[in-house]
């Protein structure tokens, strides 16, 4: 059973930076994709980057050119580094491990909240 922790979540002023951090129980290696979604109350969940095993990235056009998603294979972590936070990016992040064959897993949530 592969348990996903996320971190780094807070509060933020409107501008500022945060890097979220997805720590994974075994090898981040073995999945095809790890990727970052979010939800805002009354929402539903949605994509916001994504990263594959060969190391494409994927992001969602609200967030391209302000959020880079990494991943350190050596640490099992998958990191989110937000920067130009925005008041819509206020949301819970949760952290998705896909490997080839399903289930996938999900992490808790870390809260991200960004102030005016």
């Known amino acids: 059973q592969v348990q996903l922790v996320e971190s780094g979540g807070g509060l933020v002023q409107a501008g500022g930076s945060l890097r979220l951090s997805c720590a994974a129980s075994?090898?981040?290696?073995?999945?095809?994709?790890v990727g970052w979604y979010r939800q805002a109350p009354g929402n539903r969940r949605d994509l916001v980057a994504s990263i594959t095993r060969d190391g494409y990235t994927d992001y969602a056009d609200s967030v391209k050119g302000r959020f880079t998603i990494s991943r350190d294979n050596a640490k099992n972590t998958v990191y989110l580094q937000m920067n130009s936070l925005k008041l819509e990016d206020t949301a819970v992040y949760y952290c998705?491990?896909?490997?080839?064959?399903?289930?996938?897993?999900w992490g808790r949530g870390t809260q991200v909240t960004v102030s005016s």
């Open positions: 075994g090898s981040i290696f073995s999945f095809n994709s």
């Open positions: 998705n491990a896909r490997p080839s064959i399903p289930p996938y897993y």
